[in-house]
């Protein structure tokens, strides 16, 4: 009978905890987007009458009242990397009030020699601070958990649930000790990821460090270096001067595609990208006056600084035409319209004495 009424009022819930569960959504949502933090996923599920039954069946003796029910709405919140779930529990903290008597912190309660389900589990209420709907009182009363775990200890949560976990079969011990391995495996998976994503970010940091220093010849050329190289805008001196020709507005556009050019030509450091446009940028000068002269545009594009000092630099090579050719697959793919302008400015830097 006490079952039977804690059913009925689980069934008049329902349109509250539904109401919940999008409020929960929303400002975790905006939490996470406000702190630039990305997730692997988020999830929210309201428990089942079939569930709940069960529940009552094994445990009714327990609950006075539907209050004394904490998991009745549930919130999963899985990020990519463990070290993330104590982040997001700080902000957690801020947002929703906790329960702290009845949260529990299973990452802490496997004993050194074993392997098995790790997870932050808070109880949470939501405080009227950050909603309150006079209409709805039950909506700052009712508790709800959040769940906080890493993308391999939700793997290991869900395998062990389906193989072992609440099963009404008994799992033999050898099944449980091969369980407990992967476990084991799955943990130090999640530790490596974490100190490698460290070692990277360092790594990073490290040559964010040196490109601003200036020590440019002791950086290695790669896809993080030149990011940062072009974020300290190395051409946009000759830019300025090329737009002056015909006092035109600059637009800007990506230099990231002669990434792929740099590695073409050879170069093996940003320093030897400073050192082509030292030697080049009078030549890619002159050659923009020869181009822009009398035409009278009044918008260029910024990136023109930069492909004509590899214009010199490739012909100053002694790469010719077939060169230039190559550099514009290169930067822009196959076309029958860049052997005509390979021809076109190879005769303009004749002109200029570039060849």
């Known amino acids: 009978m006490h079952c039977e009424m804690l059913l009925d009022a689980f069934r ?20 996470l987007d406000d702190n630039h933090i990305i997730v692997a996923g988020m999830e929210a599920r309201i428990k089942t009458e079939k569930s709940l039954t069960g529940k009552l069946e094994l445990k009714g003796y ?59 589990h808070y109880i949470c209420r939501i405080p009227e601070a950050m909603y309150h709907d006079p209409a709805m009182p039950q909506l700052n009363q009712i508790r709800f958990e959040l769940q906080m775990r890493s993308t391999l200890q939700h ?55 040196l490109v601003a220093s200036g020590n440019l010849n002791e950086v290695p050329l790669n896809g993080d270096t030149y ?12 830019a300025d001067k090329i737009a002056a020709i015909n006092q035109a507005e600059l637009f800007e556009d990506s230099l990231m595609p002669y990434y792929k050019v740099f590695l073409h030509l050879g170069m093996k450091t940003i320093g030897d990208i400073v050192g082509m446009r030292n030697e080049c940028e009078e030549g890619a000068y002159q050659l923009a006056l020869l181009q822009l002269a009398g035409t009278g545009l009044d ?10 000092i590899c214009i010199v630099y490739i012909l100053k090579q002694g790469f010719g035409e077939a060169g230039l050719l190559r550099f514009f697959i290169s930067l822009y793919g196959e076309s029958d319209y860049h052997a005509q302008r390979a021809q076109r400015i190879y005769e303009q830097a004749r002109k200029i004495n570039i060849v």
């Not at 918008?299 to 004509?308: D, G, K, M, R, W």
């Open 62 to 120: 327990k609950y006075h009242s539907l209050d004394d029910i904490t998991d009745l709405l549930g919130v999963r919140i899985i990020t990519f990397y463990s070290d993330e779930v104590d982040l997001i529990s700080a902000l957690v903290e801020q947002l929703f009030e906790i329960d702290w008597k009845n949260s529990v912190d299973k990452r802490k309660m496997l004993e050194i020699d074993r392997f098995g389900y790790m997870s932050l």
């Open 12 to 31: 008049a819930e329902l349109p509250l905890l539904e109401r919940m569960k999008n409020i929960v959504l929303e400002r975790l949502r905006n939490c």
């Open 155 to 209: 793997v290991w949560a869900n395998m062990y649930h389906d193989m072992g976990y609440k099963s009404e079969v008994e799992i033999p011990v050898e099944y449980h000790r091969n369980m407990s391995r992967l476990a084991g495996m799955l943990e130090l998976a999640d530790e490596q990821f974490n100190r490698i994503r460290k070692e990277i970010n360092d790594y990073r940091r490290n040559v964010q460090s």
């Open 299 to 308: 918008i260029v594009a910024n990136s023109v600084a930069l492909q004509n």
């Open 227 to 238: 990011r940062s190289f072009i974020e300290l805008k190395p051409f946009k001196r000759l």
